[in-house]
């Protein structure tokens, strides 16, 4: 049987926006060498790999595992979503909801009357900090507050100044934050915030679209409004849009996805060392 390849486009409606995944069921776990190399071939952000649980010992339908083509990520936001869109558009679409087992815990994505699609994931609210020298050097734009959690988060006053942010990468690249990156943000003019996310010594620089992100974007905006209700938008070439809500401990993001298309590989790439 052909391994299937799903490229999805997560947090828009727009065949060319948001942030592709690839999402490839497997019917169990290869080599970690081989999924990584997989990621560097799809050649998108990520590749999320969903692996059936047997039921017996977990809550979750699915194993998840999340690929950059540079390393593995302990969360991904728009690859759980573009996950769920595989799941409950072509594998089961009966279903209402798919629960996902992964490095972040169990994480629920349930369908919404309005079409989107709706992810139960972690809050991290992020602490003052020290902006590490390569990262400041590699601005064109000193942010007037610095936070971190996985995820260093940098405060712009407006929309026009996030838009306007480039990065040097001789500069940036000096740092390794592991599996964690720099937001920008600032209120927005249509949106209640805007973002852009960067990943320093990353194939991509800039990611689209990133859900995790707002595990962060959220609680801070709350403790800067009191509001737990957010409109946001990424403002890379891309764009994309997201319904988020701070619910306790947890961030509940919601999206449009759409299936860009679908691929068959053969199976025998699962036994290439």
Same mark, same amino acid.
């Given at each position: 049987m052909n391994l299937t390849c799903f490229r999805v486009h997560a947090f828009t409606q727009d065949p060319f926006g948001g942030n592709p995944a690839c999402v490839m069921p497997l019917t169990a776990w290869p080599s970690d060498d081989l999924l990584l190399r997989l990621a560097q071939e799809?050649? !998108?952000?990520?590749?999320?790999?969903?692996?059936? @649980?047997?039921?017996?010992? %977990?809550? &979750?339908?699915?194993?998840l595992r999340w690929f950059t083509p540079d390393i593995e990520m302990d969360l991904c936001g728009h690859a759980t979503l573009a996950s769920a869109h595989? !799941?409950?558009?072509?594998?089961?679409?009966?279903? @209402?909801?798919?629960?996902? %087992?992964? &490095?972040?815990?169990?994480?629920?994505?349930?369908?919404?009357?309005?079409?989107?699609?709706?992810?139960?994931?972690?809050?991290?609210?992020?602490?003052?900090?020290?902006?590490?020298?390569?990262?400041a050097h590699a601005l064109n734009h000193t942010p007037t507050e610095v936070l971190k959690s996985r995820d260093f988060v940098l405060v712009y006053p407006d929309q026009k100044?996030?838009?306007?942010?480039?990065?040097d990468r001789s500069a940036f690249d000096r740092i390794n934050l592991g599996t964690g990156g720099v937001i920008v943000t600032a209120p927005g003019d249509a949106a209640d915030f805007v973002s852009r996310f960067f990943t320093p010594q990353a194939t991509i620089l800039e990611?689209?679209?990133?859900?995790?992100?707002h595990?962060?974007?959220?609680?801070?905006?709350?403790?800067?409004?009191?509001?737990?209700?957010?409109?946001?938008?990424?403002?890379s070439a891309r764009r994309g849009q997201l319904h988020c809500t701070l619910a306790g401990d947890r961030v509940h993001v919601r999206g449009h996805a759409l299936t860009f298309s679908q691929a068959l590989l053969p199976a025998s790439l699962t036994k290439t060392a």
């Open positions: 799809n050649m !998108v952000a990520e590749t999320a790999y969903i692996v059936p @649980t047997d039921g017996t010992n %977990s809550k &979750a339908d699915y194993h595989a !799941v409950l558009r072509h594998l089961t679409p009966d279903a @209402t909801e798919v629960r996902f %087992s992964s &490095a972040s815990g169990l994480l629920t994505v349930r369908k919404c009357r309005d079409g989107r699609l709706e992810m139960d994931l972690p809050s991290r609210p992020p602490v003052p900090a020290d902006l590490p020298a390569p990262i100044t996030i838009d306007a942010i480039r990065i990611d689209p679209v990133t859900g995790s992100a595990c962060s974007l959220v609680p801070y905006w709350h403790s800067r409004t009191g509001t737990t209700t957010f409109t946001a938008e990424q403002r």
